[in-house]
């Protein structure tokens, strides 16, 4: 099994705006940093290097970011001790803060990359249950599914 995750952010201001030039001016390297950490798997991408172009919601302001990694262990180490930590730290510079959570973690059989829609929806799975097996954040991990390649949407 490998571990999918989602995450939104509303931006405080366009992308071409200068609030927002650090943020942007980053990304590039920040992507490199994640393909380059090991246990890295696949992550989304719209027009460009980036998933920025993608605007699945109705509000143009919203960005949506999803990856795929090996293990809990391996996203741990590149969100929390890598130097997207301090993206992490500072992203309410860029980011206007949310009511509720603004990502999701859920195992997924190797070798399966999931929809915006899937991750979407496991967001508000989340938002609506809090965590469990379906839909779960890092405070209060689901373990990793043992011997199990093969699960399905319930």
């Known amino acids: ?32 940093l994640a393909e380059g950490t090991p246990g890295f798997v696949w992550r989304l991408v719209g027009d460009g290097n980036d998933a920025t172009s993608l605007r699945p919601f109705d509000d143009p302001m919203m ?40 990502y999701a973690l859920w195992w997924i059989p190797v070798g399966h990359i999931p929809t915006v829609k899937e991750g979407i929806e496991r967001l508000e799975h989340l938002r609506a249950n809090g965590p469990s097996d379906r839909a779960f954040w890092f405070p209060r991990p689901s373990p990793r ?5 093969d699960l399905r949407e319930p």
């Open 63 to 102: 960005l949506i970011n999803m990856s795929v990694w090996e293990s809990l262990e391996a996203l741990r180490g590149f969100v929390y001790r890598s130097h997207h930590s301090r993206f992490v730290r500072n992203r309410l510079d860029w980011f206007e803060k949310l009511e509720g959570p603004v």
């Open 1 to 32: 099994m490998h571990l999918a995750q989602i995450n939104i952010g509303r931006i405080r201001a366009p992308l071409e705006d200068p609030i927002m030039a650090e943020f942007v001016s980053n990304l590039d390297a920040i992507n490199a």
């Open 145 to 149: 599914p043992e011997g199990r390649n």
